[in-house]
């Protein structure tokens, strides 16, 4: 799904510079019981903090049991990410499910539980593309829209169905969102039909819209749950009361020929996605994308080595 405004980029200028990591298991964490000695995985992901400090978590533990990674974080949006997992040229990167279920899979009713989510993903990306979805993070980091604390206060904004009947309304007030979220299934088109109202939106980059929210000159702004900036900044979260949403809890999505040729990849990243909640996040996210404006390989590794998972940071 879709963070932090980070420009896309195409395959040929990763967040790694799309250099290869040679193995490096040095002891303690995973590569006490888990050994990738001998394999090669390119590792990608999408262009928003988020993203890449999962891809970065992504690298640092597979290094950590000693496969050889080609790094290109920052591969570029959803869809680019997607086709390069299709066509070869990622073997891997973190998806979320209900981006799979809504813009892969092409169903139009989410599912409301997440662990029953993750399940019917997992078992038809497996049949009908060869991906294999590993762990599923507590973490959902759906779409939402944020509003100044103060003003949602003042206005009696609480849920989407108060969105909708105050831009229905007439009343002045700027929605913005991002490019992505513009033209996506799970996103404003589907969120207009489901909840009853029309508006043209102001489309800004992904990071942008937090601030300009903040500075009021957009009402409504388009969040994602985990992102550490909503407490930051003071937004209150309308809530999604007819659940349109879908759960956006993530997953390491592998080629079946990349993860066939050592299944104990899932072993890696089973524990680690599954220590990811949303507080944990939110907090990450933060580090990057907050004052201390921290890079995600840092953050990552930090973090990684923190939980035990590897030996150093």
């Given at each position: 799904?879709?963070?932090?405004?980070?420009?896309?980029?195409?395959?040929?200028a990763g967040c790694g510079g799309l250099e290869a990591s040679g193995p490096a298991a040095a002891g303690g964490g995973l590569a006490d019981t888990i050994s990738l000695?001998?394999?090669?995985?390119?590792?990608?992901?999408?262009?928003?903090?988020?993203?890449?400090?999962?891809?970065?978590?992504?690298?640092?533990?597979?290094?950590?049991?000693?496969?050889?990674?080609?790094?290109?974080?920052?591969?570029?949006?959803?869809?680019?990410?997607?086709?390069?997992?299709?066509?070869?040229?990622?073997?891997?990167?973190?998806?979320?499910?209900?981006?799979?279920?809504?813009?892969?899979?092409?169903?139009?009713?989410?599912?409301?539980?997440?662990?029953?989510?993750?399940?019917?993903?997992?078992?038809?990306?497996?049949?009908?593309?060869?991906?294999?979805?590993?762990?599923?993070?507590?973490?959902?980091?759906?779409?939402?829209?944020?509003?100044?604390?103060?003003?949602?206060?003042?206005?009696?904004?609480?849920?989407?169905?108060?969105?909708?009947?105050?831009?229905?309304?007439?009343?002045?007030?700027?929605?913005?969102?991002?490019?992505?979220?513009?033209?996506?299934?799970?996103?404003?088109?589907?969120?207009?039909?489901?909840?009853?109202?029309?508006?043209?939106?102001?489309?800004?980059?992904?990071?942008?819209?937090?601030?300009?929210?903040?500075?009021?000159?957009?009402?409504?702004?388009?969040?994602?749950?985990?992102?550490?900036?909503?407490?930051?900044?003071?937004?209150?979260?309308?809530?999604?009361?007819?659940?349109?949403?879908?759960?956006?809890?993530?997953?390491?999505?592998?080629?079946?020929?990349?993860?066939?040729?050592?299944?104990?990849?899932?072993?890696?990243?089973?524990?680690?996605?599954?220590?990811?909640?949303?507080?944990?996040?939110?907090?990450?996210?933060?580090?990057?994308?907050?004052?201390?404006?921290?890079?995600?390989?840092?953050?990552?590794?930090?973090?990684?080595?923190?939980?035990?998972?590897?030996?150093?940071?």
């Amino acid at each position: 799904m879709a963070l932090a405004g980070v420009a896309a980029v195409t395959l040929v200028a990763g967040c790694g510079g799309l250099e290869a990591s040679g193995p490096a298991a040095a002891g303690g964490g995973l590569a006490d019981t888990i050994s990738l000695e001998g394999q090669s995985y390119i590792l990608g992901g999408k262009d928003f903090d988020e993203q890449l400090i999962l891809c970065q978590v992504g690298v640092a533990a597979l290094e950590s049991v000693g496969a050889t990674v080609t790094d290109r974080c920052n591969t570029g949006g959803t869809q680019v990410a997607r086709d390069a997992l299709l066509s070869g040229g990622l073997d891997m990167y973190f998806e979320y499910n209900g981006t799979a279920w809504i813009t892969f899979l092409g169903e139009t009713t989410p599912v409301a539980d997440e662990q029953e989510q993750y399940e019917v993903v997992k078992e038809r990306d497996l049949a009908e593309n060869q991906i294999q979805w590993v762990g599923r993070s507590p973490f959902n980091n759906t779409y939402a829209f944020g509003v100044v604390e103060a003003k949602a206060e003042e206005l009696g904004l609480t849920t989407l169905s108060d969105m909708a009947a105050y831009i229905n309304s007439g009343q002045p007030g700027t929605t913005c969102i991002d490019t992505e979220y513009a033209s996506r299934d799970d996103g404003l088109p589907g969120l207009q039909e489901t909840y009853g109202f029309q508006v043209t939106p102001e489309i800004l980059q992904t990071g942008v819209v937090y601030q300009a929210t903040a500075d009021g000159d957009c009402l409504f702004g388009l969040v994602f749950t985990t992102d550490g900036r909503i407490a930051e900044l003071g937004f209150r979260v309308l809530e999604d009361d007819l659940k349109f949403h879908p759960n956006y809890n993530v997953s390491a999505t592998i080629r079946s020929d990349a993860y066939d040729r050592n299944p104990a990849i899932a072993q890696v990243f089973e524990p680690i996605i599954a220590a990811l909640d949303n507080e944990t996040m939110s907090r990450l996210n933060l580090q990057v994308s907050g004052d201390e404006a921290l890079a995600p390989r840092d953050v990552a590794r930090t973090w990684l080595a923190e939980e035990g998972f590897i030996g150093g940071a």
